[in-house]
């Protein structure tokens, strides 16, 4: 009996060995990948040469003439910001517009040219009678989102990320997760542009309503945006439900999680990136507005290292991109809060993710494409990506409306945007490929009837841009009509505006 006894927990001793060791082996190569990772990611400080500026992408160094900060001031601002430009316009110097740079196509640059900061232009006052923000240019969501955080409101439109400027973001006319609305055109009531001459207008869709459509989504080209009256919204609590679906049943999901329920205020869902299964599957990520109980105090990011970490080994290897897509549908359910207040859902830095590193940097791009092409599109884009061997470490998709206010508009109906970031190593042959890339992809969009993003790097053909924009001739006439000296200037529209370009 004894015997048996010492057999049975012999037996149950060498079950509990097996099955720690069986659990050591699992985790142990997710951790050293994740350490590994952690210890490689690096904390690289770009130190430019003087006289030179850059942007987001970390391939634009250009050499200007000089970087102009506008003073915090705003009498002080509008007053020197007109000399500014008469000298430039004596000097025959051209001028770009600067905010957060997060633009990766020289769109804040012109070689030799005085490029003017705005983010010291960062005031702002809510009227909250008629839920209107008044908000300098150069202030930054980060900023905007905890002031109005603090009165009970929140952003309408924005990106995803809290590291934009405003005027940036209307500059190139930005969308995000909000559902069921145009990009952020559409919450702007008016703003005050300096004209190239120096003087100041009122625009909205009242109050030089062509200027006002030109300068949204223009880029810079227009003028100088000094302030905005923005439209705000209530800042509510928000449940999050999640579904991890196969593609072909990513449509059927969203009917029903989101075109048939009520309540459904932000909405996106990522791909699979894993070579060997892409785009199989989905996570599709519903917000619901929760009526009973308070918005959540806004806090900080939480387990940002850990996310980090698993965010930046997925541009180390295919082990890496299956350990991601594993934790974000398998852990990250049973780990992540479900109860969101708005602001919270906006409050992350681009910085967050961004490749730190000497070698590689993170370059984005996006694609507009009607609901009813969007398969064909995903097949041919399925197609392209191997051939290129780009490294893709995320697609995130989104529904836009129709926009009904800049002129160079990328919505002229409603529109799923596939949003996709590759890393790509900081050298000569790397950039030539991803413009290859960036070509073939931009092509299967315009086959679906699509257009691509304009923020972006600079790599399709002018037919390309044609085909996409067909009101850019028009657009860039305009210009000139509103800007006979094109005082204003930057690499867009050096490579796509310009006479002769």
Request: overall charge neutral.
């Amino acid at each position: 009996m004894i015997a048996g006894s010492k057999r049975k927990w012999r037996r149950i001793l060498v079950g509990m060995l097996i099955a720690i060791g069986c659990i050591a082996i699992l985790v142990a190569r997710p951790a050293f990948h994740l350490i590994r990772t952690s210890l490689h990611d690096e904390v690289y400080v770009e130190v430019l040469p003087p006289g030179f500026v850059d942007d987001a992408s970390r391939l634009n160094q250009t050499q200007i003439a000089e970087v102009w900060s506008v003073p915090e001031d705003a009498e002080a601002a509008e007053s020197q910001l007109s000399d500014l430009l008469t000298r430039a316009r004596n000097d025959k110097k051209k001028v770009s517009i600067a905010g957060a740079r997060h633009s990766m196509g020289g769109h804040t640059v012109y070689p030799g040219g005085i490029v003017i900061d705005m983010l010291p232009f960062n005031h702002m006052e809510l009227d909250e009678s008629s839920g209107m923000l008044r908000v300098g240019a150069g202030a930054l969501w980060s900023e905007i989102i905890p002031y109005l955080d603090r009165r009970g409101r929140s952003v309408a439109v924005m990106q995803s990320n809290n590291s934009f400027s405003v005027g940036g973001s209307i500059s190139v006319n930005c969308h995000g997760w909000v559902y069921d609305r145009p990009p952020i055109a559409s919450t702007v009531e008016s703003f005050r542009l300096m004209k190239p001459d120096g003087m100041i207008v009122r625009c909205s869709r009242q109050e030089n309503p062509e200027l006002f459509s030109l300068a949204l989504g223009g880029y810079g080209l227009f003028g100088i945006i000094l302030d905005v009256e923005l439209r705000v919204v209530p800042n509510e609590r928000y449940r999050l439900e999640q579904f991890v679906v196969q593609v072909d049943q990513s449509l059927e999901t969203f009917e029903r999680t989101v075109l048939e329920k009520a309540g459904v205020h932000m909405v996106y869902a990522r791909m699979n990136i894993v070579p060997d299964r892409l785009f199989e599957e989905i996570i599709l990520n519903v917000f619901y507005h929760e009526p009973d109980g308070e918005p959540p105090a806004l806090a900080a990011s939480g387990m940002v290292e850990l996310r980090r970490a698993i965010f930046r080994g997925s541009a180390e290897s295919d082990y890496g991109k299956e350990l991601r897509w594993n934790a974000e549908t398998r852990l990250q359910p049973f780990l992540s809060k479900k109860i969101f207040s708005r602001n919270q859902l906006l409050n992350e830095g681009a910085e967050t993710f961004q490749d730190r590193s000497a070698a590689t940097t993170d370059i984005l791009h996006e694609y507009f494409v009607p609901p009813d092409r969007v398969g064909g599109f995903v097949e041919q884009v399925r197609a392209i990506l191997p051939r290129h061997r780009g490294n893709l470490l995320n697609v995130t998709v989104r529904s836009v409306n129709a926009d009904e206010d800049s002129f160079l508009r990328y919505a002229d109906q409603r529109m799923f945007s596939f949003v996709m970031l590759f890393s790509q190593p900081r050298k000569e042959a790397a950039e030539h490929e991803m413009a290859r890339l960036s070509r073939d992809l931009i092509d299967a969009a315009l086959k679906n009837g699509g257009r691509y993003y304009l923020p972006y790097r600079l790599h399709a053909t002018r037919d390309q841009f044609d085909k996409a924009y067909p009101q850019g001739r028009e657009f860039f006439e305009l210009k000139r009509k509103y800007d006979p000296d094109e005082l204003f200037q930057n690499q867009f529209y050096v490579r796509y505006g310009r006479r002769g370009a």
